[in-house]
Every structure is written in structure tokens, then in C-alpha cells.
């Protein structure tokens, strides 16, 4: 009786750290702080879960032993390996964005520099003259 209250203890606490972390991921701004807030708060949660289970399953103690082993091995690896991904896709899109901002700045002062504004000036014109109608031709009021 002592060991089945215990285990449905130790399971709400891991769900109530699993629902923590959950709100954290929906919560928290960037993907790094969402990352902190899964990684941590997710293995707790998981830890209840499991210690809940032994105790309320003792025949299972050993594999829900080895299950948080490899829990508690992989988990600290799988979280770095996503950070360290999301950090270097920051920096490839700070990147793209600086060089697009350079390429931008470059086309502009290129235009301003080959043509001036009398040229500007003179293609705006040679536009509006090709656009009316000549002498000979009848125009849209004609018709």
C-alpha cells in the first residue's frame, strides 16, 4: 500500500514537471530557451515517470532502470547536438542577411553612379514618346 502511494506520487510529480516543460516550450521565446526549458524539465519529468513505474511495478525495475540510463546518456548529447545546430543556423542567416544588405547598398550607389539625372531624365521621355501615338496613326479617341 506504501509503495503504490509513493509511486502515484513520484508519477504526478513527473507529470507535473512533463506539463512544466511542455509550457515552457510554448512559452519561452527563442528555440534556445524552449531547448533549456525540454531538455531539463522534460528528464525530470521522465525520472518521475519512471520511479512511479518501478514502484508500482516492481517485476519491470530492471528495464525501467536501463530505459533511464539511456535516457539520462542520451539526452544531454541530443540537446547539444540541436543547439549547436540552431547556433550555427543564426549565424548562416546573419550572414546571408549582411551579404544581401551589402549587394542591396552595392546595386544602388551603381545605378546612382552610371546614370545621372539628366540620363534618368531622357529615358523617362524616350518611354512616354514610344508610348503616344504618332501623326499619321488615329488615336484612341478616334475610335
Avoid: N, W
Amino acid at each position: 500500500m506504501l509503495l503504490e502511494l509513493l509511486g502515484v506520487i513520484a508519477l504526478f510529480f513527473g507529470l507535473f514537471f512533463c506539463g512544466v516543460g511542455v509550457l515552457g516550450v510554448i512559452r519561452m521565446p527563442d528555440a534556445l530557451t524552449r531547448l533549456h526549458a525540454s531538455g531539463k524539465v522534460a528528464t525530470l519529468g521522465l525520472f518521475g515517470l519512471l520511479v512511479g513505474a518501478a514502484l508500482l511495478m516492481p517485476a519491470a525495475s530492471l528495464r525501467i532502470l536501463a530505459l533511464g540510463l539511456f535516457v539520462l546518456l542520451t539526452s544531454p548529447v541530443a540537446t547539444h547536438a540541436i543547439a549547436a545546430s540552431v547556433y550555427r543556423r543564426q549565424e548562416i542567416l546573419e550572414e546571408l542577411f549582411e551579404m544581401r544588405a551589402e549587394q542591396v547598398a552595392m546595386t544602388i550607389t551603381d545605378v546612382s553612379g552610371i546614370l545621372s539625372r539628366s540620363r534618368i531624365q531622357d529615358i523617362i521621355e524616350a518611354q512616354q514618346r514610344s508610348h503616344r501615338p504618332s501623326e499619321g496613326e488615329p488615336s484612341a479617341k478616334d475610335t
